[in-house]
Nanobody, 123 residues
Framework: VQLQESGPGLVKPSQTLSLTCTVS?????????WTWLRQPPGKGLEWMGA???????YYSPSLKSRTSISRDTSKNQFTLQLSSVTPEDTAVYYC?????????????????WGQGTQVTVSS
């Protein structure tokens, strides 16, 4: 399974960040979990949320009020939306795939990762 993140590299404060992860080599409707993580500059990895093959979603409690993860099965993509962004949301954003639900910030346990996409929040 290969994953590729896409989206704008620059977002203005208070706007909504929207990123898409395109999956190839496998279907997002199979028995996998599809996850978003991020890593701010100089900081550790942060788990943001996940969507299951059946469409159920899980979110980090600290980001839940601003985060939405959805999917487009016709395009084999899943999407992250993060609202009301601030400069503290500047990070490299990753999508990842696993065979079990992982809700912690870790690089282990995921079968595939996207290469990551830099998002900067700045006016």
């Amino acid at each position: 399974v290969q994953l590729q993140e896409s989206g704008p590299g620059l977002v203005k404060p208070s706007q909504t960040l929207s990123l898409t992860c395109t999956v190839s080599g496998g279907s997002i409707t199979t028995s996998y979990y599809w996850t978003w993580l991020r890593q701010p500059p100089g900081k550790g990895l942060e788990w943001m949320g996940a969507i299951t093959s059946s469409g159920s979603t899980y979110y980090s409690p600290s980001l839940k009020s601003r985060t939405s993860i959805s999917r487009d099965t016709s395009k084999n993509q899943f999407t992250l939306q993060l609202s009301s962004v601030t400069p503290e949301d500047t990070a490299v954003y990753y999508c990842a795939q696993s065979t079990r639900l992982i809700t912690i910030a870790t690089r282990t346990g995921f079968g595939s990762w996207g290469q990551g996409t830099q998002v900067t929040v700045s006016s």
